[in-house]
């Protein structure tokens, strides 16, 4: 199926050549930035957003809250894998070159790569990692999906990828990390809630400040008031 990419009048090629022009016309320092952004960069930064997710979903309000947003930033890598093993089959079939190997006169960043092209890993894991963050915060998830969507350019502008490589891979990432959500959270709430019941995994789940500030709602019991009720009046009598 590697004639889906190899006409040049297709817009997806027009497209890479466009995008992966502006590698050519860069200076070399910054196509070496765009190089480790793309191949390591970006993916960094989800693991740091990914984490400040984490240390503002320990500071909810309810612990029922942060449970819920620590299982589903569990799901998140967990998402993430199983996306790109749903990948192994999918480049198996549609067996697309990379681009450079079909086409002339790209300015390619990275070498080295020699497996298939579609759809992209990169693409694949970002997208269901900023899915997976969007589900547990929904501000934090933004920042996680736009990260996504400049990896995915990256990749693009790389040379190592089609335009369709990125879109197949944005759709593979949100539809694993959407669709398999349910499951994940039956499985994943019950350990979480287990953990912030231990002794020692609780300030993985709760901070110490929200636990402390939930205290007094938790106590907050309303003491009888002896000598009101009709009991007591009978007695009296």
């Known amino acids: 199926m590697a ?60 612990l029922g809250d942060s449970v819920s947003g620590v299982a589903s930033l569990l799901w998140a890598p967990l998402a993430a894998a199983v996306a790109v093993l749903v990948n192994v089959p999918i480049r198996g079939f549609v067996e697309r070159p990379r681009p450079f190997n079909d086409h002339q006169g790209l300015e390619v960043l990275v070498s080295g790569k020699t497996d298939y092209s579609f759809v992209s890993d990169h693409a694949t894991l970002a997208m269901a ?76 789940v709760r901070s110490r400040s929200a636990a402390r500030s939930a205290v007094p709602e938790a106590l907050d019991i309303p003491e009888p008031r002896i000598g009101s009720g009709p009991e007591e009046n009978d007695l009296a009598a």
């Not at 190899?6 to 090629?13: C, I």
């Not at 693009?156 to 089609?162: F, L, N, R, S, T």
């Open 129 to 204: 990692i900023a899915v997976g963050i969007f589900i547990a915060h929904r501000k934090l998830g933004l920042l996680a999906i736009a990260l996504a969507f400049a990896e995915g350019f990256c990749r693009v502008y790389m040379g190592v990828h089609y335009p369709t490589d990125v879109i197949g891979g944005f759709a593979l990432g949100t539809a694993v990390a959407l669709l398999l959500a349910p499951v994940a959270h039956a499985l994943l709430n019950p350990l979480v809630s287990a953990i912030a019941r231990s002794r020692h995994g609780a300030r993985l």
């Open 3 to 62: 004639e889906l990419a190899s006409d040049g009048s297709n817009p997806d090629v027009s497209l890479l050549y466009d995008i992966n022009g502006l590698a050519r016309d860069a200076p070399p320092w910054f196509d070496r930035v765009m190089g480790f952004v793309g191949e390591y960069g970006i993916m960094l930064a989800l693991v740091l957003v990914a984490l400040w997710c984490w240390w503002s979903v320990r500071r909810r309000d309810t």
